[in-house]
């Protein structure tokens, strides 16, 4: 078992990593929460194992618990499901001590923290994640939330959670494609803050890509941590630091929007705009060839795309990323590494350089 | 002018107080929120013409300025109200620096507050209270929310304003039982902190009822000192010090739950609900009869009741007091006073005294 230590002070927690141990999930519920009595389990059809699992565990520790089963799929992340859960809670009686434990993906752990973020006032909230990406990403940081018709996210809060619990056997169902995408993310933290990490992801593509329990934690861990690092800095994204986070996103977000959500994973589309981003640094210049190709090298290890595709337009790709959330004024705002292991934050990068970008295979 | 300093580390405001000075408030909103450039106002049409005011004011110094309206009444604090916020919020554009000032009562503050706090994930909100009531108490302290059918203000954030602007000017044309149902909440901030202040009240009853500017600014601003002294303390409502300030509360709660939300206001229930809390402090016994007397004096000065409605069933009282989200596994709990500006937490307090006082007229 090892420990992340995530410091914000009163809402300081833990990140507990193990292998095949749902069972530990209990004590740490209990001593981390010792005055709550009911824990409510948030998850969906995909993983009704694991939430059984879990709710065993903390029945186990002396909770009272129950479930609440979300229908799948990103159109779930609504206000809408928020309701069902809000109603949910009022039925089973929930007080301010009741725990929500979201046991799943990336939105089931959006969509059951922001309802915890926001029943009486804020209920503590225990993240289970069972994707590689929700482990290393979504989990960590306290950035809950749903989709409005009119942009990803833009109902949410920062609601840090109490514990979050990672247990890698849960990958070993994950589908192959899911777990390669959660690859993409871990490969960002290396570029973004941490060569070292970077060279050991390249040394051992083949015990990541067989889901070796020791490789498995080891770079969860320090995925966990490095994101940890940046969220101790900038807790509620004031500072500007959080923003390195979303190198390659920008890119991303627009092959998501144009290629539609279903096209590419959201992995895929960081893996393919982290490349971009990286060219785009080589074009400016920030950095040599040389970081852009190890990048494809590694990306490419783990089957994940590297460029745009031919049949999306420049023209809408850059229409989006002129309206993204992070761009002020229209102007095209980018994180581009300037070595291996950082990043800055590159304001007004001239459209030429991106088209030129886009159209590189 | 007067400031009230609300010191909460780097969620620290003021809560300025003015008399007919509505302009005043585009320069402190330009100095408090540099980076905004759109300010959007949330008002209802009760208060159309303060809205309109406090949108001119801040035009002035340069924010575009937009307004939101919405229906009257306590049954539009839903979250389906809130949708409609977030909405509008959404067809203006609006950013994370986009400020949302909320131009009203208690409802209207709730409301837009709870928007701010999950609009994404949290906007900077201006607090413009036009009762007696939120200036006082709703717009201090960082509580927003919205109702379920479950539980009034079930659904809810801590999310603390940029700034509070309270203009004693607005109160010219509160209707006058609004305007006494206001006063209760002051008395109570004299009755559990500040044995001088409760002293100021019994003094200056006329000018309080006059509603003379100047003793206006003062039990606001001593009001909103002593909130804020607790808010400071106790933030976010975990020390239990916060719970302090539910004096009389869960009497209230159970009169307006079995008379009905309209039988009575909220500063008139709390009215009677604190004497009924004096009167058990009585027969405990923790404080001579006369403490009870002086409050029943000045709440019935500012033509408030002071007992429960012979209508209104014991039973069905203490029924809704024991279900009192404050109480803990049926127990009856309840703020009670030991002296002329202090009050402890009453574990288990015994029915047969709560049946006593809910018969004395």
Same mark, same amino acid.
């Given at each position: 078992m090892e420990t992340v230590h995530v410091n914000l002070g009163p809402r300081s927690y833990d990140i507990v990593l193990t292998t095949a141990?749902?069972?530990?999930?209990g004590p740490l519920a209990r001593n981390r929460l010792?005055?709550?009595s009911l824990a409510v389990v948030v998850t969906d059809a995909n993983v009704a194992a694991q939430g059984e699992a879990v709710q065993a565990a903390l029945a186990q520790s002396g909770f009272r618990t129950a479930a609440i089963t979300i229908p799948l799929g990103e159109a779930q992340k609504s206000v809408d499901t928020t309701c069902r859960i809000y109603d949910a809670l009022a039925e089973l009686a929930a007080d301010r001590q009741t725990v929500v434990v979201a046991v799943g993906g990336g939105v089931t752990g959006d969509l059951a923290g922001f309802a915890a973020a926001t029943y009486n006032r804020g209920l503590p909230l225990l993240m289970v994640p069972t994707t590689l990406l929700a482990m290393v990403d979504s989990s960590v940081g306290g950035k809950v939330g749903v989709n409005h018709p009119r942009g990803k996210n833009l109902i949410g809060a920062f609601h840090q959670p109490a514990g979050v619990w990672i247990d890698t056997e849960f990958l070993n169902t994950l589908p192959d494609r899911e777990y390669r995408s959660g690859l993409a993310e871990v490969v960002k933290y290396g570029v973004i803050l941490d060569a070292e990490f970077f060279e050991y992801l390249e040394a051992h593509r083949e015990p990541i890509l067989a889901r070796d329990p020791v490789a498995l934690r080891h770079i969860i861990a320090r995925s966990c941590r490095l994101k940890a690092d940046v969220v101790e800095e900038d807790e509620r994204e004031e &500072?500007? !630091?959080?923003?390195?986070?979303?190198?390659g996103h920008t890119f991303a977000h627009a092959f998501e929007t144009v290629g539609g959500y279903g096209a590419w994973l959201h992995g895929e589309a960081v893996a393919a705009g982290m490349v971009c981003a990286s060219r785009l640094a080589e074009k400016i210049p920030l950095i040599e060839p040389t970081i852009t190709e190890r990048q494809i090298q590694l990306l490419q290890a783990f089957g994940l795309p590297t460029a745009s595709q031919p049949a999306w337009s420049a023209d809408a790709l850059i229409e989006v990323m002129r309206r993204d959330?992070?761009?002020?004024?229209g102007k095209l705002r980018f994180i581009l590494p &300037?070595? !291996?292991?950082r990043v800055s934050l590159f304001d007004d990068v001239p459209e030429s350089l991106v088209r030129e970008v886009l159209a590189t295979p």
């Open positions: 141990d749902v069972a530990g999930l010792s005055a709550s &500072t500007g !630091l959080r923003a390195m986070l979303n190198y959330k992070k761009a002020k004024a &300037t070595r !291996l292991g």
